[in-house]
């Protein structure tokens, strides 16, 4: 099988990817109805993006049915903690509700995009979840099955409606190994890696049938299916104790072990592509996987149980006896060298140091000064007459948010989202541009025209 992986990325590319700008606030982009189309008074109101639950996405309603967001078409808010979002108008049968702003799991961003057709009979809150896009691109259950036999056996009671999170916290140790609620979190989670590989993989490609198809037979896919079978199982629990003698503490659930594998996840991509640009081949074996599993689930599952039950007081006493650990302030990842570490952390590692290609050749480098979250930032580039040239600016982060600017003093910036943070390259959404007339031989300005997607104003 053909894969595209092993040259997608030549260099270090920092992508700067221009969609609706806004504010940057939490309300939901303006998606205009007006026109001739017209909508069913029957028909969804909203939804729950699960892998596990995606914060801050948004999807859209594909009218025309092109897979892609035109003017006109509605767009939900954005979803909460509990990955709802809600449309102002009910989507009817027949129509197709697809991503549109990819949002966050567990702190890391979702690079993959999701879907969900609305099928007859369906209303209020549907659930949108990995194995429900590949539905709506017209896989069968059968090819479902198929496709997920490696992971879970041949099976074809996967119920599609139901939302796989709702029954995570009643699964705990004593579990049945063949529990299809396991499964259906074994599934999603595996496609969720599948769909954001795909991203990875095919850049501006469409996401489809025929796409996916290529991919799933590529043999890191396979050897994924393998780990997840021992990372998300009945006697994963074994593996994860509580400190004895604290009789009263709640069990270890399915919730927590499902929280932690975004993080190992996505160590499992940028592991992948590190060896890529190391010309080490994309391969990653099912047993590297598990002795990463081995390594840090426990350490990360723990981590999101004391944050689950951070009010239970025989909790609190063994956090306060340190036979617990502290209760993480915000979501935990892992680092470039595997060991567990915070979001923040893992934000910082992707900037500072760095040295990034950008557009035709030129560097852009990420430097601190001492504190976790801002710095100076250089862009060295080759001017009119081809020599070489640089200018400088200042960047600091405010929790998923980029902020670039002249100089401290300076009332204008530029605010990036951040949308993926491999080891090969940052992709990057301007949520708020301020302004449009940056000089070509400001740092933004020249940013922006390095970048190839912006038009700038000659100063």
């Known amino acids: 099988m053909r894969t595209?992986?092993?040259?997608?990325?030549?260099?270090?590319?920092?992508?700067?990817i221009l969609t609706a700008c806004g504010g940057g606030s939490d309300s939901a982009p303006v998606g205009s109805t007006a026109g001739t189309t017209s909508y069913a008074t029957t028909g969804i109101t909203g939804g729950i993006a699960v892998d596990p639950y995606i914060v801050k996405a948004t999807f859209f309603e594909d009218v025309n049915g092109n897979g892609r967001w035109d003017e006109g078409e509605q767009i939900s808010t954005f979803s909460d903690e509990q990955g709802r979002f809600s449309f102002t108008t009910p989507v009817p049968a027949g129509r197709t509700i697809i991503m549109l702003d990819r949002g966050y799991h567990q702190g890391l961003p979702f690079a993959g995009q999701l879907m969900r057709r609305v099928e007859e009979g369906d209303s209020g809150n549907v659930v949108v979840t990995p194995m429900t896009t590949l539905a709506a691109l017209g896989f069968s259950d059968n090819e479902l099955a198929s496709v997920l036999t490696v992971l879970n056996t041949y099976r074809t009671?996967?119920?599609?409606?139901?939302?796989?999170?709702?029954?995570?916290?009643?699964?705990?140790a004593g579990a049945a190994a063949d529990d299809p609620a396991i499964a259906a979190l074994r599934a999603n989670l595996y496609l969720g890696a599948v769909l954001e590989v795909f991203a990875l993989d095919r850049g501006n490609e469409e996401l489809s049938a025929a796409g996916l198809r290529d991919l799933l037979n590529w043999t890191p896919l396979v050897d994924l299916m393998n780990g997840l079978r021992t990372g998300v199982a009945a006697d994963t629990f074994n593996y994860i104790n509580l400190p004895k003698g604290y009789t009263a503490l709640p069990p270890v659930t399915m919730r927590e072990v499902v929280e932690a594998m975004p993080a190992i996840l996505s160590w499992w991509k940028n592991e992948i592509v590190r060896r890529v640009i190391a010309d080490k081949g994309a391969t990653l074996a099912s047993w590297e996987f598990i002795d990463q599993l081995n390594e840090v689930q426990k350490e990360l599952t723990l981590k999101y149980y004391v944050r689950n039950n951070q009010h239970n007081k025989a909790v609190l006493a063994?956090?306060?006896?340190?036979?617990?650990?502290?209760?993480?302030?915000?979501?935990?990842a892992l680092t470039k060298n595997g060991t567990v570490g915070t979001i923040e952390q893992?934000?910082?590692?992707f900037l500072v140091g760095q040295r990034l290609v950008v557009g035709n050749g030129s560097r852009l480098r990420f430097l601190g000064n001492g504190s976790d979250n801002q710095g100076t930032t250089e862009l060295t580039y080759r001017n009119s007459l081809g020599q070489s040239a640089t200018v400088s600016g200042r960047w600091w982060l405010e929790e998923n948010i980029l902020i670039l600017k002249e100089s401290d003093s300076d009332h204008f910036c530029l605010r990036m989202e951040l949308q993926s943070d491999w080891n090969s390259h940052l992709?990057?959404?301007i949520v708020d541009q301020v302004r449009t007339d940056y000089g070509s031989t400001s740092f933004i300005g020249r940013l922006l025209a390095e970048s190839g997607q912006f038009r700038v104003a000659e100063s």
């Open 157 to 172: 009671d996967y119920d599609l409606n139901a939302d796989p999170m709702s029954a995570a916290s009643g699964i705990s």
């Open 318 to 332: 063994a956090i306060a006896d340190e036979v617990l650990p502290s209760i993480p302030a915000s979501h935990v």
């Open 346 to 349: 893992l934000r910082q590692e």
């Open 427 to 429: 992709a990057l959404r």
């Open 4 to 16: 595209k992986i092993s040259s997608f990325f030549p260099a270090l590319l920092l992508l700067l």
